[in-house]
């Protein structure tokens, strides 16, 4: 009996953050395709859960960004992280985390014109996925993926097998996108290295219901790290964190394991009494709901594609949940692919532009991996000082007392917990990390640019505005010259096209972008943005972050990348347009 094939052009595997994203990227430029998963529905847990800006930046390009801000949280409820010794208990420390310090807020502000969001993924996903499938794209659950094969004519030939009847067939697309998770059968069958480092053990998440409104209003903040130094814990809940999920009666805790400890067992009882412990009320009623296990990753891919297979999200890039840049990394990944997927498949660009997403993306990943990485240790330095490595309960006792100690002892352990807080600012207040690029690669013309300069800042704590090629193109608001609603730069730039901004002075830089869209069939959009141009630089941000002259230029990709650059007004404007665009997508 033949297999059955089903024909398409493009298939994902995986329909979680990455490849539910991605569906809805590629869908916004026109394309279709099959979604699989082998779930049986979306996630049923909210696993990830913060969304940066950049994140949601993406999301904003889609028009999905208000029902997301409507999905998530109001961040009046995340205002902190703390740390302490139960959610009922004392207090050790807490920070402002997420963009709420008073003093950062120009910072933030300054950065984006979307919020930072805690939206959990049980709640994202489904937004995602209806999005994709409302414009074009077909989902599959209960598919499991098991092999495929890249023929000669460049197409693959995936085999799947439906996990309700039981039957195995064929799927056969042009391209092969595997967003299946850390445990990736994608990479897996293409043999791509993975760059493995010691991870940190066997961590448990155990999903709560319980009411703690009473205890909360004082204690506002969506992370609590809950350290007992008196009670002898099993190895494998040696420190404690109770994640808001729904203010304030739906909650995730997760127990961190000690070095070399053995995993969970399953032992319910034990389960719901440490929950109770870290609640430290003994009046508050607990509903236990599932619980899972994951492993502290610090894995990378090598390389992201090979032929016509590109991967993404978790499959290519694995690492603790510190700094909130797992599901983030991926929905960027996925922006970064979608644009480049749509331009070859559309004839627009050479097949040569997709070899950029590696090159991209990949820094970008292995950054991260280091990044989630070395926050992981950085808690675990605050909580050594508060006797988690201690071995009896006395030790630990007395290492958290000598922290109030009147002592030289004392006064030289609250420097180093001072420090160690400090340190974890790079984790929640982490501006730089997730919102700053430089990617360096064939989609970025850097001709006619010398090195680029460095940062005078912190690299994780600060933004970097920038309009240097291979940077985000500046957030600046603008308006009408009869004031209206306002409008970002972001949002003149993006929407599945090239873009060129100049100012006054440029008007023949858009009669070039014009003509070279006219030549190469591109669509481009131009505007000029100054006194009484297309847009008023009402607050005069713009002048001073676009680093060109009034009758200079950018050039902005279609995922709002600055792809080049001209200082001022040249001759033969068209010309160099053109051999810039012919270059970034390898015609």
Same mark, same amino acid.
């Given at each position: 009996?033949?297999?059955?094939?089903?024909?398409?052009?493009?298939?994902?595997?995986?329909?979680?953050?990455?490849?539910?994203?991605?569906?809805?990227?590629?869908?916004?430029?026109?394309?279709?395709?099959?979604?699989?998963?082998?779930?049986?529905?979306?996630?049923?847990?909210?696993?990830?859960?913060?969304?940066?800006?950049?994140?949601?930046?993406?999301?904003?390009?889609?028009?999905?960004?208000?029902?997301?801000?409507?999905?998530?949280?109001?961040?009046?409820?995340?205002?902190?992280?703390?740390?302490?010794?139960?959610?009922?208990?004392?207090?050790?420390?807490?920070?402002?985390a997420?963009?709420?310090?008073?003093?950062?807020?120009?910072?933030?502000?300054?950065?984006?014109?979307?919020?930072?969001?805690?939206?959990?993924?049980?709640?994202?996903?489904?937004?995602?996925?209806?999005?994709?499938?409302q414009?074009?794209?077909?989902?599959?659950?209960?598919?499991?993926?098991?092999?495929?094969?890249?023929e000669?004519?460049?197409?693959?030939?995936?085999?799947?097998?439906?996990?309700?009847t039981?039957?195995?067939?064929?799927?056969?697309s042009?391209?092969?996108?595997?967003?299946?998770?850390?445990?990736?059968?994608?990479?897996?069958?293409?043999?791509?290295?993975?760059?493995?480092?010691?991870?940190?053990?066997?961590?448990?998440?155990?999903?709560?219901?319980?009411?703690?409104?009473?205890?909360?209003?004082?204690?506002?903040?969506?992370?609590?790290?809950?350290?007992?130094?008196?009670?002898?814990?099993?190895?494998?809940?040696?420190?404690?964190?109770?994640?808001?999920?729904?203010?304030?009666?739906?909650?995730?805790?997760?127990?961190?394991?000690?070095?070399?400890?053995?995993?969970?067992?399953?032992?319910?009882?034990?389960?719901?009494?440490?929950?109770?412990?870290?609640?430290?009320?003994?009046?508050?009623?607990?509903?236990?709901?599932?619980?899972?296990?994951?492993?502290?990753?610090?894995?990378?891919?090598?390389?992201?594609?090979?032929?016509?297979?590109?991967?993404?999200?978790?499959?290519?890039?694995?690492?603790?949940?510190?700094?909130?840049l797992?599901?983030?990394?991926?929905?960027?990944?996925?922006?970064?692919?979608?644009?480049?997927?749509?331009?070859?498949?559309?004839?627009l660009?050479?097949?040569?532009? +997709?070899?950029?997403?590696?090159?991209?993306?990949? *820094?970008v %990943?292995?950054?991260?991996? @280091?990044?989630?990485? =070395? /926050?992981?240790?950085?808690?675990?330095?605050?909580?050594?000082?508060?006797?988690?490595?201690?071995?009896?309960?006395?030790?630990?006792?007395?290492?958290?007392?000598?922290?109030?100690a009147?002592?030289?002892?004392?006064?030289?352990?609250?420097?180093?917990?001072?420090?160690?807080m400090?340190?974890?600012?790079?984790?929640?207040?982490?501006?730089?990390?997730?919102?700053?690029?430089?990617?360096?690669s064939?989609?970025?013309?850097l001709?006619?640019?010398?090195?680029?300069?460095?940062?005078?800042?912190?690299?994780?704590?600060?933004?970097?505005?920038?309009?240097?090629?291979?940077?985000?193109?500046?957030?600046?608001?603008?308006?009408?010259?009869?004031?209206?609603?306002?409008?970002?730069?972001?949002? +003149?730039?993006?929407?599945?096209?090239?873009?060129? *901004?100049? %100012?006054?002075?440029?008007? @023949?830089?858009?009669? =070039? /972008?014009?003509?070279?869209?006219?030549?190469?069939?591109?669509?481009?959009?131009?505007?000029?943005?100054?006194?009484?141009?297309?847009?008023?630089?009402?607050?005069?941000?713009?002048?001073?972050?676009?680093?060109?002259?009034?009758?200079?230029?950018?050039?902005?990709?279609?995922?709002?990348?600055?792809?080049?650059?001209?200082?001022?007004?040249?001759?033969?404007?068209?010309?160099?347009?053109?051999?810039?665009?012919?270059?970034?997508?390898?015609?």
């Amino acid at each position: 009996m033949p297999v059955e094939i089903t024909e398409t052009e493009l298939l994902i595997v995986g329909a979680g953050p990455a490849g539910a994203s991605l569906a809805c990227f590629l869908a916004s430029h026109g394309l279709t395709g099959i979604m699989i998963t082998s779930a049986p529905f979306t996630a049923p847990e909210p696993r990830a859960h913060l969304t940066n800006m950049a994140s949601t930046e993406c999301l904003r390009d889609i028009g999905l960004e208000e029902e997301c801000i409507r999905a998530a949280t109001p961040s009046k409820y995340f205002t902190h992280v703390r740390w302490c010794n139960s959610m009922a208990g004392e207090e050790y420390a807490r920070m402002y985390a997420w963009g709420n310090d008073p003093a950062r807020q120009g910072d933030y502000d300054a950065a984006s014109p979307c919020p930072m969001l805690d939206l959990p993924q049980d709640r994202l996903e489904p937004i995602l996925v209806r999005w994709a499938c409302q414009h074009g794209f077909h989902v599959r659950f209960d598919t499991k993926f098991l092999s495929m094969v890249q023929e000669v004519d460049g197409y693959v030939v995936s085999t799947v097998k439906d996990r309700v009847t039981g039957s195995t067939y064929q799927i056969r697309s042009k391209y092969l996108f595997g967003a299946d998770g850390g445990r990736s059968k994608v990479i897996e069958e293409l043999g791509i290295p993975l760059i493995k480092k010691q991870g940190g053990g066997i961590a448990t998440n155990v999903m709560v219901k319980a009411d703690l409104t009473h205890l909360m209003e004082q204690r506002a903040g969506n992370l609590h790290w809950v350290l007992q130094p008196e009670i002898d814990a099993p190895a494998w809940s040696a420190a404690g964190v109770a994640r808001m999920v729904r203010p304030w009666k739906e909650w995730l805790f997760v127990f961190m394991p000690a070095l070399d400890s053995e995993p969970f067992s399953g032992d319910k009882e034990l389960l719901t009494t440490r929950c109770k412990q870290l609640i430290g009320d003994p009046n508050v009623e607990i509903e236990i709901g599932g619980y899972s296990t994951w492993y502290v990753n610090d894995i990378v891919a090598e390389y992201y594609s090979k032929g016509n297979v590109h991967c993404l999200g978790d499959a290519v890039h694995r690492h603790p949940p510190t700094n909130g840049l797992g599901s983030n990394t991926c929905i960027q990944d996925a922006y970064n692919l979608a644009w480049k997927v749509a331009f070859v498949m559309k004839g627009l660009a050479s097949p040569s532009l +997709l070899d950029s997403y590696s090159a991209e993306r990949q *820094l970008v %990943g292995e950054q991260v991996v @280091a990044k989630a990485n =070395a /926050a992981f240790q950085d808690h675990m330095k605050v909580i050594s000082l508060l006797g988690t490595r201690e071995s009896t309960k006395e030790e630990r006792v007395e290492a958290v007392n000598e922290l109030g100690a009147a002592t030289p002892q004392g006064v030289e352990k609250r420097a180093r917990f001072k420090s160690a807080m400090e340190q974890t600012r790079h984790e929640f207040q982490a501006l730089g990390t997730e919102m700053n690029r430089r990617y360096v690669s064939g989609a970025v013309y850097l001709r006619d640019e010398g090195p680029r300069p460095e940062s005078a800042g912190d690299k994780v704590l600060d933004l970097e505005i920038s309009t240097y090629p291979g940077s985000r193109v500046p957030h600046a608001w603008l308006n009408t010259t009869v004031p209206g609603k306002q409008i970002s730069t972001m949002d +003149l730039v993006g929407h599945g096209r090239f873009c060129l *901004l100049t %100012g006054i002075g440029g008007g @023949a830089w858009k009669e =070039a /972008a014009a003509a070279a869209g006219r030549e190469l069939g591109l669509e481009m959009k131009s505007y000029s943005i100054g006194w009484r141009q297309d847009y008023e630089d009402v607050y005069l941000d713009w002048a001073r972050r676009r680093e060109i002259g009034e009758d200079g230029c950018l050039l902005v990709r279609p995922d709002r990348i600055v792809a080049w650059r001209s200082m001022g007004m040249i001759d033969c404007r068209e010309t160099k347009l053109v051999e810039v665009l012919r270059s970034i997508l390898s015609r």
